[in-house]
């Protein structure tokens, strides 16, 4: 079955980056889109950025110039990094797949990774 | 990009009654090239990440109980829970991904 494991909470100081990883398993890793997405403490979800089986990726431009979504394929392996952290940086990141390639909605997901951003 | 915009905030329902949430957006989503609504339906309780019930509109994600529904185009949708069950108390978002990927504000479910 299709499992996405992420990796422990991490908590970081204002200016730090931080790494979450997303361990894929029970499908091809590179046949699909993969996605970030984020939840500050109870408010919504942001989407964050993409990347697709060619290896090629997409940002929200919020975040643009600050985030970079990679993998490696011999792990199976999804990552995001952010740099620049911010208090408001603080949530829970969700890594996702989506339900079929060329659909953009996420069928599975990760168990979520929380960051806190504290001096 | 495209502002995704759901109505209530909030609602409570009897068990048993049907919920309805709409979900709107600032631009079309339909896609020419499938003629296909490029929106989708998540139910988030607590401490969980989102759950998957509807994609491209109106089609119910594998597993998904048929009394979750969704209907609409273009710029208007609509969820639909019928016959409530106490386990649908939830936060409910819809998402477009026809231009980038962006959530509505979410509209939370509770037991009258």
């Known amino acids: 079955q299709v499992q996405l494991v992420q990796s422990g909470a991490e908590v970081k100081k204002p200016g730090a980056s931080v790494k979450v990883s997303c361990k894929t398993s029970g499908y091809t890793f590179t046949t699909y889109y993969m996605h970030w997405v984020r939840q500050a403490p109870g408010q919504g979800l942001e989407w964050m950025g993409r990347?697709?089986?060619?290896?090629?990726?997409r940002y929200a431009q919020k975040f643009q110039g600050r985030v970079a979504v990679t993998r490696d394929t011999s792990t199976d392996t999804l990552y995001m990094e952010l740099s620049g952290l911010r208090y408001d940086d603080t949530a829970v990141y969700y890594c996702?797949?989506?339900?079929?390639?060329?659909?953009?909605?996420?069928?599975?997901w990760g168990q979520g990774t929380l960051v806190t951003v504290s001096s | 990009d495209i502002v995704m915009t759901q109505s209530p905030d909030s609602l409570a329902v009897s068990l048993g009654e049907r919920a309805t949430i709409k979900c709107k957006s600032s631009q079309s989503v339909l896609y020419r090239s499938n003629n296909k609504n490029g929106l989708a339906w998540y139910q988030q309780k607590p401490g969980q990440p989102p759950k998957l019930l509807i994609y491209?509109?109106?089609t119910r994600e594998s597993g998904v109980p048929d009394r979750f529904s969704g209907s609409g185009s273009e710029t208007d949708f609509t969820l639909t829970i019928s016959n409530l069950q106490p386990e649908d108390v939830a936060v409910y978002y819809c998402?477009?991904?026809?231009?980038?990927?962006?959530f509505g504000q979410g509209t939370r479910l509770e037991i009258k």
């Open positions: 990347l697709n089986p060619d290896g090629d990726t």
């Open positions: 491209w509109a109106s």
């Open positions: 998402q477009q991904h026809h231009t980038s990927y962006t």
């Open positions: 996702a797949r989506e339900v079929s390639t060329g659909c953009g909605s996420y069928a599975y």
